[in-house]
């Protein structure tokens, strides 16, 4: 799906302004972050999204009761069981999954959106979604997986969010290795010690992946201008 979105995103040449349509034509890129839950995916992607005006958060759909605090439609979309095997029987999620016994899905649609003008696109969903958008747009996808620096953090970072009860903190505790076995899968590795440490790393990676030559859609013919002047 996300191959055939039209690449229209620009990033500065010398003598850019916003804008303008002297900029290099970009392909679109879907960031992914994926981790054991409390390691940090959540403040990480609230961080990058605050610096960075060029990438969109894809907000999934799930059966989750909210947490306190968290709001629909910018958190998840809070939708029941029915609702959301509708979604998936009209095809209208990109992936989905079972997690801690609750179902999560991307919305296919704003995704498409995004892309389609140029946007980048953030997730935070697991590693079976993460696959999931390997089989269908690999050529965009950039994998990161965050770790916690030890499982004593692991634990305090969950208790330290105070939004769940023990028993699912306990639940997703037992579930923290099996996560993290899929760390193979993903391209980039933080250990999110330092939050700012992790926050530079991520915005270095994503700068680096959008340099990447075949998502410069609008190479060839800035470089056959160049020659063209020679
Ligand atoms: N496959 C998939 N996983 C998702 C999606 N949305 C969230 N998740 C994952 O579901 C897991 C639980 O998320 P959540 O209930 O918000 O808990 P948290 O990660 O501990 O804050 C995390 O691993 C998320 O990355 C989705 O749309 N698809
Ligand atoms: N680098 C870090 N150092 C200390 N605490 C952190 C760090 N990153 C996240 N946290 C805290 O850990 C808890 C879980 O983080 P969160 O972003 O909700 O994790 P996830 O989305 O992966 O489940 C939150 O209370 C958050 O403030």
């Not at 690999?138 to 953090?153: E, R, T």
């Amino acid at each position: 799906m996300a191959n055939a979105a039209a690449p229209t995103s620009h990033f500065a040449l010398p003598g850019w302004k916003p804008g303008s349509k002297s900029g290099l034509a970009r392909r679109g890129l879907m960031l992914v972050l994926s981790s054991p839950s409390g390691a940090g995916k959540t403040t990480l992607s609230r961080r990058l999204l605050a610096l960075d005006d060029r990438i969109t958060m894809s907000v999934s759909v799930t059966t989750r009761p909210p947490r306190p605090g968290e709001v629909d439609g910018k958190d998840y979309f809070f939708i029941d069981a029915p609702a959301f095997g509708k979604l998936r029987d009209e095809g209208d999620l990109l992936e989905h999954a079972t997690v801690f016994g609750n179902l999560y899905g991307t919305p296919r649609r704003a995704v498409e959106d995004a892309l389609s003008a140029g946007r980048d696109v953030l997730f935070d969903i697991d590693w079976q979604g993460t696959q999931q958008l390997d089989q269908s747009a690999q050529q965009d996808l950039v994998k990161v997986f965050l770790l916690p620096p030890s499982a004593a953090d692991l634990e305090a970072r969950l208790r330290s969010r105070a939004q769940d009860s023990d028993e699912v903190v306990r639940q997703r505790m037992s579930k923290a290795s099996d996560e993290i076995s899929h760390f193979t899968e993903y391209d980039y590795i933080l250990i999110n010690q330092d939050i700012e440490d992790s926050l530079s790393k991520l915005v270095a990676i994503l700068q680096a992946e959008r340099l990447k030559r075949r998502r410069l859609t609008g190479l060839a013919s800035f470089v056959q201008s160049l020659r063209d002047a020679l």
